[in-house]
């Protein structure tokens, strides 16, 4: 690191780690400027092959492509889907509903209680570009956003 630093931290061709840009900027870049694997990379394999992630990144984009970036109670969310009559817009609630599903492995049923304990697990969580927010609540129930997320 310390050569890394001394040759004036070059820029490196590496896409920015969520949150963690310091150890980005440090850690990733010195071992990517040595030559050597950038560290991130096994850690994508390692993501791709866990089921939470793919499930979690399922239900963001498809919460995303049908809902935008408007916040709602996880009761609300679900009914407006099934209720969906807009021919354009039923498909993407299909999808939905079955990223919702899938996350929710433990029972054939959608339980907004647990799904909302879960969720809350996953709070600013990136995954595919896109993250849970929390977004206050409304008669004392959570309201739910997601937002896009911009990556470099």
């Given at each position: 690191?310390?050569?890394?630093?001394?040759?004036?931290?070059?820029?490196?061709?590496?896409?920015?780690?969520?949150?963690?840009?310091?150890?980005?900027?440090?850690?990733?870049?010195?071992?990517?400027?040595?030559?050597?694997?950038?560290?991130?990379?096994?850690?994508?394999?390692?993501?791709?092959?866990?089921?939470?992630?793919?499930?979690?990144?399922?239900?963001?984009?498809?919460?995303?492509?049908?809902?935008?970036?408007?916040?709602?109670?996880?009761?609300?969310?679900?009914?407006?889907?099934?209720?969906?009559?807009?021919?354009?817009?039923?498909?993407?609630?299909?999808v939905f509903l079955d990223?919702?599903?899938?996350?929710?492995?433990?029972?054939?049923?959608?339980?907004?209680?647990?799904?909302?304990?879960?969720?809350?697990?996953?709070?600013?969580?990136?995954?595919?570009g896109y993250c849970f927010?929390?977004?206050?609540?409304?008669?004392?129930?959570?309201?739910?956003?997601?937002?896009?997320?911009?990556?470099?």
């Amino acid at each position: 690191m310390r050569a890394y630093h001394v040759a004036a931290r070059p820029k490196q061709q590496i896409k920015q780690f969520g949150r963690f840009e310091d150890w980005s900027d440090w850690v990733r870049s010195s071992l990517v400027w040595l030559e050597m694997e950038d560290p991130c990379t096994s850690r994508k394999e390692i993501e791709e092959k866990n089921p939470v992630s793919k499930a979690l990144g399922f239900l963001l984009g498809a919460w995303y492509e049908y809902l935008g970036e408007f916040s709602y109670t996880l009761k609300k969310a679900i009914s407006k889907a099934q209720e969906e009559k807009d021919a354009e817009l039923k498909e993407k609630a299909d999808v939905f509903l079955d990223a919702i599903k899938e996350l929710c492995v433990e029972s054939k049923e959608i339980n907004t209680r647990s799904l909302g304990k879960k969720l809350s697990n996953f709070k600013k969580r990136i995954e595919n570009g896109y993250c849970f927010e929390n977004y206050g609540k409304h008669q004392g129930v959570d309201l739910w956003l997601v937002k896009k997320i911009s990556q470099i």
